[in-house]
Protein backbone atom coordinates (compact mmCIF):
# COMPACT_ATOMS: atom_id res chain seq x y z
CA UNK A 1 0.00 0.00 0.00
CA UNK A 2 1.04 3.56 -0.95
CA UNK A 3 0.20 6.68 1.04
CA UNK A 4 1.81 8.91 -1.76
CA UNK A 5 -0.13 12.04 -2.49
CA UNK A 6 -3.07 10.67 -0.47
CA UNK A 7 -4.95 13.39 1.60
CA UNK A 8 -4.34 12.22 4.99
CA UNK A 9 -7.46 12.31 7.74
CA UNK A 10 -6.62 9.26 9.81
CA UNK A 11 -4.94 9.86 13.11
CA UNK A 12 -3.72 7.08 15.33
CA UNK A 13 -2.91 8.00 19.34
CA UNK A 14 -0.68 5.75 21.56
CA UNK A 15 -0.61 7.24 24.98
CA UNK A 16 2.62 6.46 27.68
CA UNK A 17 3.43 4.52 30.81
CA UNK A 18 1.19 5.63 33.91
CA UNK A 19 -1.74 6.67 31.96
CA UNK A 20 -4.57 5.04 29.57
CA UNK A 21 -6.04 7.26 26.33
CA UNK A 22 -8.48 8.96 28.15
CA UNK A 23 -5.95 11.76 28.78
CA UNK A 24 -6.46 12.39 24.49
CA UNK A 25 -9.88 13.65 24.69
CA UNK A 26 -8.84 17.59 24.44
CA UNK A 27 -6.89 16.39 21.35
CA UNK A 28 -9.49 14.30 20.46
CA UNK A 29 -12.10 16.92 20.60
CA UNK A 30 -9.82 19.37 18.48
CA UNK A 31 -9.07 17.38 15.80
CA UNK A 32 -11.92 15.76 15.05
CA UNK A 33 -13.87 18.72 14.91
CA UNK A 34 -11.05 19.75 12.29
CA UNK A 35 -12.91 16.42 10.68
CA UNK A 36 -9.80 14.29 10.94
CA UNK A 37 -10.79 10.74 11.72
CA UNK A 38 -9.18 9.54 15.26
CA UNK A 39 -8.06 6.31 16.87
CA UNK A 40 -7.16 6.02 20.34
CA UNK A 41 -5.29 3.38 21.41
CA UNK A 42 -5.33 1.62 24.19
CA UNK A 43 -1.67 -0.47 25.14
CA UNK A 44 -1.41 -2.39 27.71
CA UNK A 45 1.41 -1.91 29.05
CA UNK A 46 2.78 -5.28 29.18
CA UNK A 47 5.85 -5.76 26.60
CA UNK A 48 6.69 -3.76 23.95
CA UNK A 49 5.20 -6.43 21.34
CA UNK A 50 2.08 -6.56 22.96
CA UNK A 51 2.36 -2.61 22.91
CA UNK A 52 3.03 -2.91 19.42
CA UNK A 53 0.33 -5.28 18.42
CA UNK A 54 -2.13 -3.36 20.03
CA UNK A 55 -0.78 -0.44 17.78
CA UNK A 56 -0.54 -2.32 14.26
CA UNK A 57 -4.22 -3.71 15.37
CA UNK A 58 -5.69 -0.14 15.49
CA UNK A 59 -3.40 0.62 12.14
CA UNK A 60 -4.84 -2.36 10.02
CA UNK A 61 -8.36 -0.58 10.76
CA UNK A 62 -7.80 2.68 9.22
CA UNK A 63 -9.51 3.63 5.83
CA UNK A 64 -6.35 5.03 4.30
CA UNK A 65 -2.43 6.73 4.94
CA UNK A 66 -2.12 7.84 8.71
CA UNK A 67 -0.47 10.02 11.32
CA UNK A 68 0.87 7.82 14.31
CA UNK A 69 1.58 9.59 17.29
CA UNK A 70 2.96 8.78 20.61
CA UNK A 71 3.23 10.50 24.26
CA UNK A 72 6.53 9.26 26.29
CA UNK A 73 6.96 5.44 26.22
CA UNK A 74 4.33 5.79 23.51
CA UNK A 75 7.16 7.07 21.22
CA UNK A 76 9.26 4.05 21.76
CA UNK A 77 5.40 2.13 20.80
CA UNK A 78 5.30 3.96 17.57
CA UNK A 79 8.92 3.74 16.39
CA UNK A 80 8.93 0.18 16.16
CA UNK A 81 5.16 0.17 15.15
CA UNK A 82 5.24 3.41 12.55
CA UNK A 83 6.63 0.80 9.88
CA UNK A 84 3.08 -0.15 8.93
CA UNK A 85 2.43 0.97 5.32
CA UNK A 86 -0.19 2.96 6.44
CA UNK A 87 1.84 5.62 8.86
CA UNK A 88 2.45 8.57 6.80
CA UNK A 89 4.54 10.57 9.67
CA UNK A 90 5.42 10.99 13.23
CA UNK A 91 4.49 12.97 16.19
CA UNK A 92 6.54 12.75 19.49
CA UNK A 93 4.78 14.19 22.38
CA UNK A 94 7.78 14.52 24.64
CA UNK A 95 8.25 11.36 23.68
CA UNK A 96 11.04 8.58 23.73
CA UNK A 97 12.20 7.63 20.02
CA UNK A 98 15.31 5.50 20.26
CA UNK A 99 16.92 3.96 17.43
CA UNK A 100 17.27 0.13 15.87
CA UNK A 101 19.16 -2.19 18.23
CA UNK A 102 18.24 0.30 21.08
CA UNK A 103 16.43 0.04 24.37
CA UNK A 104 14.58 2.66 26.04
CA UNK A 105 16.89 2.53 29.11
CA UNK A 106 20.16 3.84 26.96
CA UNK A 107 17.94 7.33 26.10
CA UNK A 108 18.69 8.37 29.07
CA UNK A 109 21.97 7.66 29.49
CA UNK A 110 24.62 10.63 29.83
CA UNK A 111 21.81 12.74 30.45
CA UNK A 112 20.67 14.17 33.89
CA UNK A 113 18.52 13.05 36.54
CA UNK A 114 14.72 13.78 37.16
CA UNK A 115 14.10 13.87 40.88
CA UNK A 116 10.23 14.38 40.74
CA UNK A 117 9.90 11.75 38.66
CA UNK A 118 10.22 8.62 40.72
CA UNK A 119 8.72 5.00 39.92
CA UNK A 120 8.10 2.91 42.73
CA UNK A 121 8.63 -0.93 41.64
CA UNK A 122 6.28 -3.53 42.89
CA UNK A 123 7.02 -7.37 43.55
CA UNK A 124 6.08 -8.52 40.26
CA UNK A 125 8.38 -6.00 38.44
CA UNK A 126 5.40 -3.48 37.29
CA UNK A 127 6.49 0.13 38.30
CA UNK A 128 3.56 2.68 39.05
CA UNK A 129 4.57 6.46 39.35
CA UNK A 130 5.24 7.74 43.76
CA UNK A 131 1.95 8.92 44.91
CA UNK A 132 3.76 12.35 46.31
CA UNK A 133 5.67 12.76 43.71
CA UNK A 134 2.60 12.26 41.01
CA UNK A 135 1.64 16.02 40.60
CA UNK A 136 5.40 17.37 40.64
CA UNK A 137 6.76 14.40 37.82
CA UNK A 138 3.89 14.06 35.73
CA UNK A 139 1.53 16.84 35.79
CA UNK A 140 2.88 19.88 37.18
CA UNK A 141 0.64 22.26 35.19
CA UNK A 142 -3.18 20.52 36.01
CA UNK A 143 -5.37 20.87 38.54
CA UNK A 144 -4.86 19.37 42.15
CA UNK A 145 -7.98 17.19 41.56
CA UNK A 146 -7.31 16.50 37.77
CA UNK A 147 -3.44 15.53 39.11
CA UNK A 148 -5.13 13.26 41.94
CA UNK A 149 -7.35 11.72 39.35
CA UNK A 150 -4.71 10.78 36.69
CA UNK A 151 -2.46 9.49 39.77
CA UNK A 152 -5.14 7.23 40.91
CA UNK A 153 -6.36 5.98 37.18
CA UNK A 154 -2.58 5.74 36.56
CA UNK A 155 -1.77 2.10 34.76
CA UNK A 156 1.23 0.52 35.94
CA UNK A 157 4.14 -1.03 33.52
CA UNK A 158 6.12 -3.58 32.88
CA UNK A 159 9.20 -2.07 33.82
CA UNK A 160 10.87 -4.52 31.75
CA UNK A 161 9.95 -2.90 28.72
CA UNK A 162 12.90 -0.50 28.95
CA UNK A 163 15.43 -2.77 28.46
CA UNK A 164 13.50 -4.18 25.49
CA UNK A 165 15.56 -2.77 22.15
CA UNK A 166 13.25 -1.83 18.96
CA UNK A 167 14.02 -3.95 16.10
CA UNK A 168 13.15 -0.79 13.44
CA UNK A 169 13.18 2.55 13.77
CA UNK A 170 10.04 4.12 11.67
CA UNK A 171 11.27 7.73 12.10
CA UNK A 172 14.47 7.18 9.70
CA UNK A 173 11.91 6.49 7.00
CA UNK A 174 8.72 8.42 7.68
CA UNK A 175 8.99 12.56 8.20
CA UNK A 176 8.74 13.25 12.05
CA UNK A 177 7.38 16.13 14.21
CA UNK A 178 8.01 16.35 18.06
CA UNK A 179 6.17 18.48 20.95
CA UNK A 180 7.88 19.30 23.64
CA UNK A 181 6.87 20.07 26.79
CA UNK A 182 9.70 22.66 28.27
CA UNK A 183 8.55 22.20 31.97
CA UNK A 184 9.07 17.83 31.71
CA UNK A 185 9.96 16.72 34.68
CA UNK A 186 9.83 12.65 33.45
CA UNK A 187 12.92 13.41 30.95
CA UNK A 188 15.93 15.82 30.87
CA UNK A 189 15.25 18.53 28.02
CA UNK A 190 18.62 17.78 26.23
CA UNK A 191 17.52 14.04 26.12
CA UNK A 192 14.23 15.11 23.85
CA UNK A 193 16.04 17.60 21.73
CA UNK A 194 18.80 15.20 21.30
CA UNK A 195 16.26 12.36 20.32
CA UNK A 196 13.90 14.27 18.21
CA UNK A 197 16.92 16.42 16.75
CA UNK A 198 18.60 12.79 15.62
CA UNK A 199 15.53 11.50 14.73
CA UNK A 200 15.10 14.56 12.36
CA UNK A 201 11.64 15.75 13.14
CA UNK A 202 10.72 19.29 13.57
CA UNK A 203 10.39 20.22 16.82
CA UNK A 204 7.92 22.86 18.62
CA UNK A 205 8.51 23.58 22.19
CA UNK A 206 5.90 24.27 24.58
CA UNK A 207 5.70 25.60 28.05
CA UNK A 208 3.50 22.35 29.91
CA UNK A 209 4.27 19.54 32.02
CA UNK A 210 4.81 16.22 30.88
CA UNK A 211 1.00 16.21 30.69
CA UNK A 212 1.40 18.42 27.67
CA UNK A 213 -1.13 16.02 25.68
CA UNK A 214 -3.75 17.06 28.08
CA UNK A 215 -2.44 20.57 29.48
CA UNK A 216 -1.47 21.83 25.96
CA UNK A 217 -3.75 19.73 23.65
CA UNK A 218 -3.94 22.77 20.87
CA UNK A 219 -0.65 23.18 20.34
CA UNK A 220 -0.53 19.14 20.01
CA UNK A 221 -3.46 18.72 18.03
CA UNK A 222 -2.17 21.85 15.50
CA UNK A 223 1.11 19.97 15.41
CA UNK A 224 -0.55 16.47 14.20
CA UNK A 225 -2.46 18.67 11.69
CA UNK A 226 0.50 20.19 10.07
CA UNK A 227 2.02 16.52 9.85
CA UNK A 228 -0.93 15.26 8.31
CA UNK A 229 -0.88 17.93 5.82
CA UNK A 230 2.86 17.57 4.93
CA UNK A 231 3.25 13.92 5.49
CA UNK A 232 1.61 12.82 2.21
CA UNK A 233 4.09 11.84 0.03
CA UNK A 234 5.97 10.43 2.69
CA UNK A 235 4.81 6.93 3.43
CA UNK A 236 6.53 4.07 1.72
Do not use: C
Not at 55 to 70: E, F, H, K, M, S
Amino acid sequence: MSTTGQEIKNVVLVHGAFADGSGWRGVYDKLTARGYRVTIVQIPLTSLADDVAATTRALDRQNGPAILVGHSWGGTVITEAGLHPSVAGLVYVSALAPDAGETTAQQYEGFGPTPDFVIDVVEDGYGFLDHDKFKAGFAADTSDADAAFLRDAQVPINMAVFSTPVKNAAWRDKPSWAVIATEDRAFDQAMLQHMAKRAGATITTVPASHALYLTQSGVVSDVIATAAQNAAGGAH
